[in-house]
C-alpha cells in the first residue's frame, strides 16, 4: 500500500505499519495536500520531473531535496492499493512547480515577518498581483530589515494561485492511476456537520468535485467526516472537538 497525502494519512498509517498491521507500506517524500503535489512526487520518484533546489524548502520543508528512495523501493516491489488525500483546493504554483501550501506560508510568508501578507492576501484572492504590488512588498520587506536577492523577487513576481476544477483533477487522478496502477481510494477533506463558515463550505464543494472526479476515473472515494458521525467530535478532532479544522 502507498499513501499520497498529508498527516492526516500518513501518521496513523505509519502507526498500523509499525505495529505490523500492513505488511508492505510506503509513503510519499513529503505531505502533500493537492493531486498536483501528489502527480509531481511521483513524476520526482519515477525520474520524469526535477525539483530546484532553490525550492526545496516549499516542496519539501527541507534542504537539500530529501532522498525518494523509500517511495522509489516501494514503487520496485509492486503496490496493490494507493490511498490519495487532497485536502485542498487551492494550488500555489511557481512555474510548472507545486509548492506545498503550509510549507510556502511558514517558510516565504512567516519568515519574512508581516511584510508580505498584502501581497499574500491578494494572491489568495485571486487578484492581480502588478508591479505596483510588488514593489510595495519590497519596500515592506526592506523596511523590516529584510534585504530581498532575486529569488524572492521573482517568486513575489512567479507565484500564482489556481483552484482546479473537476476536469482538471480527474486528468490527474487518471494520469497517477496509470503510472500506479492498483486500487485507488481518494480521501477528502474532512468537514465539521453543523459549520457554515467559508472553509466549510470550500471543503464540501471539494469534496464533491472529488466524488465526481474518482467515479469519473474508477476509483472509490471516502469523506472522512464520516468519522465524526461515526465516533463523535472529541474523538476525532484536536482539542477534544473545539479545532473544527483539525
Request: hydrophobic share 45%; net charge neutral; aromatic share 4%.
Amino acid at each position: 500500500m502507498a499513501t499520497l497525502g498529508s498527516c492526516r494519512v500518513h501518521i496513523p498509517l505509519g502507526r498500523l505499519a509499525g505495529l505490523g498491521e500492513l505488511t508492505h507500506y510506503t509513503q510519499g517524500m513529503a505531505l502533500t495536500h493537492t493531486a498536483a503535489e501528489a502527480m509531481q512526487t511521483l513524476d520526482l520518484v519515477m525520474g520524469a520531473r526535477r525539483i530546484p533546489e532553490a525550492l526545496a524548502l516549499f516542496v519539501f520543508g527541507a534542504e537539500p531535496l530529501p532522498p525518494p528512495d523509500l517511495l522509489r523501493e516501494g514503487l520496485r516491489r509492486g503496490i496493490d492499493a494507493v490511498l490519495l488525500e487532497v485536502s485542498q483546493a487551492r494550488q500555489f504554483l511557481y512555474g510548472d512547480i507545486c509548492l506545498q501550501t503550509n510549507l510556502f506560508s511558514r517558510h516565504f510568508i512567516r519568515a519574512h515577518g508581516g511584510a508580505l501578507l498584502p501581497w499574500f492576501r491578494l494572491l489568495c484572492g485571486g487578484r492581480t498581483i502588478d508591479e505596483a504590488v510588488i514593489q510595495s512588498a519590497l519596500e515592506n520587506l526592506r523596511a523590516g530589515g529584510h534585504r530581498p536577492d532575486e529569488q524572492v523577487v521573482d517568486l513575489l513576481r512567479g507565484v500564482r494561485m489556481e483552484i482546479p476544477g473537476r476536469v482538471e483533477i480527474a486528468r490527474t487522478l487518471e494520469a497517477m492511476m496509470v503510472k500506479l496502477g492498483g486500487r485507488w481510494t481518494v480521501i477528502g477533506a474532512l468537514e465539521a456537520p453543523g459549520h457554515e463558515g467559508a472553509i466549510m463550505r470550500q471543503r464540501r464543494a471539494l469534496n464533491a468535485t472529488l466524488e465526481q472526479a474518482a467515479g469519473q476515473c474508477g476509483a472509490a472515494f471516502y469523506n472522512p467526516t464520516r468519522l465524526i458521525i461515526d465516533h463523535g467530535r472529541a474523538t476525532v478532532l484536536d482539542g477534544g472537538g473545539a479545532d473544527i479544522h483539525e
